[in-house]
């Protein structure tokens, strides 16, 4: 359970919060009377993520007929949400699922770990990125050279007529 991928379930700071909410609601529902986690399940996250949801009990040999065991699962399930690291990244365009899973995945190969990713759109920056994490800054976008390189050609005399 300590490595577990939420990956099938959010991407983003934003989705992670809803589904950490969404699972709360889950939680409140286990103590009503004639309780089916699988329709709870699809209530809350619909009905992709409910069968990723049941394949992850399933790997981790959970029974849903426990309803204690189910809930200490689900709430290791926000302690791991909780303790993801962010990823800022600001970009200069809203970028699509495709790109965010694309973005996932690459951390999950390379740092063999799951990140929040915090969403920013300037588009001031043209192109490139500007990451922040752990407390670190990194600046990747383009809009640096290319005022610079306004700057130099704005500076340059102008051609003179012969």
Known sequence: MDNIDLSDFFITKAQANDFATRLNAIVDMMYTTNFDLEKALMHELGIHKKDAFMKLLRENKMSDASHSAMQDFL???QETITSL?????TIAFEPSEETLKALSQWFLTTRNKQVLFDILTDEKLIAGAIITSNGKFKDYSIRKDFDRIIRSELMKPAPSAA
């Open 75 to 77: 709430k290791k399930m």
């Open 85 to 89: 690291p962010v990823v800022s990244l």
